[in-house]
């Protein structure tokens, strides 16, 4: 079955950068793309970006561009999200999901809590 | 942007209820209106993409509704294991956005 495993929690200081992972099996790699998104606490769903597996193509968010990075590596099926400059307002659970052709998001991640404080 | 306007923000209601979400866009979406259940510690969950089809796997007592600007999410015969936080979200154009979440409680 389709699943996406993502790395642990972390706690970082303002200023930082944190890189988060994301192991996908279950299905072949190459064939979907991987999005990220992001829940502060008491806060909805936000949209970081997301990577095309295939070619590696990238597209970020306007809030998030020129801190995030996200990569691909095809010989472990992982895909990291890099967030730098952090502050207190990137506090937030950040989930992987995989995308199909259609841009909606049919498998998760379990999420991964990203803790930013001095 | 495309602003996604979700309500109630919150329900409570007894098992065997009936649930019903609004998402009200911005702009007609067409049909690129999806539906996702999040609970804590676990893995969200796609229940309906493109408006109105269920996902595999996910009971028939969700559905999906709606094009254009109005969408409705309906909870038919609410259980116990349906508490959780809803949100829609549209992929019609870039940015891709998220509604606000609804907080279904159960009494």
């Known amino acids: 079955q389709v699943l996406l495993v993502q790395s642990g929690p972390e706690v970082k200081k303002p200023g930082a950068s944190v890189k988060v992972s994301c192991k996908a099996s279950?299905?072949?790699?190459?064939?979907?793309?991987i999005n990220w998104m992001r829940r502060a606490p008491g806060q909805g769903l936000e949209w970081v970006g997301w990577i095309s597996a295939y070619n590696a193509a990238t597209q970020y968010a306007q809030n998030f561009r020129g801190r995030v990075t996200m990569t691909s590596d095809t010989s472990t099926n992982t895909t990291y999200m890099e967030l730098k400059s952090l502050t207190s307002d990137d506090t937030a659970v950040y989930y992987c999901a995989r995308l199909p052709a259609g841009y909606y998001f049919d498998f998760w991640g379990q999420g991964t809590l990203v803790t930013v404080s001095s | 942007e495309i602003v996604l306007t979700q309500s109630p923000d919150f329900q409570s209601v007894t098992p065997k209820e009936t649930v019903t979400i609004t998402c009200r866009a911005s702009h007609n979406i067409g049909r690129a209106l999806h539906w996702y259940q999040l609970k804590p510690d676990q893995s969200p969950k796609l229940l309906i993409k493109y408006a109105s089809q269920s996902f595999s796997g996910v009971p028939s007592r969700f559905s999906g509704s709606g094009s254009g600007t109005d969408f409705t999410l309906t909870i038919n015969s609410l259980e116990a294991e349906d508490a959780a936080t809803y949100y829609c979200h549209q992929s019609s154009s870039l940015p891709l956005t998220f509604g606000g979440g609804t907080k279904v409680e159960i009494k």
């Open positions: 279950g299905y072949t790699f190459g064939n979907y793309g």
